[in-house]
């Protein structure tokens, strides 16, 4: 069993910054992708920034420039910096991870708010 655990959300101006953290723990087997999604109610969760193994990343037209994913791969660890940040980024940003043999985990969720 595989845990995620999300940290470093929070409310914050327009304009601001946050930095997300996402923290693997468990039986962990070789990690596939990593990646940080978000969700606002009524919506459907979205994708926000995407990293497969050995490939670079992948983002969301509404983060490109400014969204940033990186990993620690040593601490099964990987972050979303998040800068000049918009109300309309205004989500609860969930963390997953896919693991060899498409087994998939998601995090608890850090809810973040942008004030305008």
């Known amino acids: 069993q595989v845990q995620l655990v999300e940290s470093g959300g929070g409310l914050v101006q327009a304009g601001g910054s946050l930095r997300l953290s996402c923290a693997a723990s468990?039986?962990?087997?070789?990690?596939?992708?990593m990646g940080w999604y978000r969700q606002v109610p009524g919506k459907q969760r979205e994708l926000v920034a995407r990293l497969y193994s050995g490939g670079g990343p992948y983002y969301e037209d509404s983060a490109k420039g400014r969204f940033t994913l990186s990993t620690n791969v040593a601490r099964n660890a990987w972050y979303l910096q998040m800068n000049n940040l918009k109300p309309e980024d205004t989500a609860v940003y969930y963390c997953?991870?896919?693991?060899?043999?498409?087994?998939?985990?998601w995090g608890q969720g850090t809810q973040v708010t942008v004030s305008s």
């Open positions: 997953k991870t896919v693991l060899v043999g498409d087994r998939e985990y």
């Open positions: 468990g039986t962990i087997s070789r990690i596939r992708a």
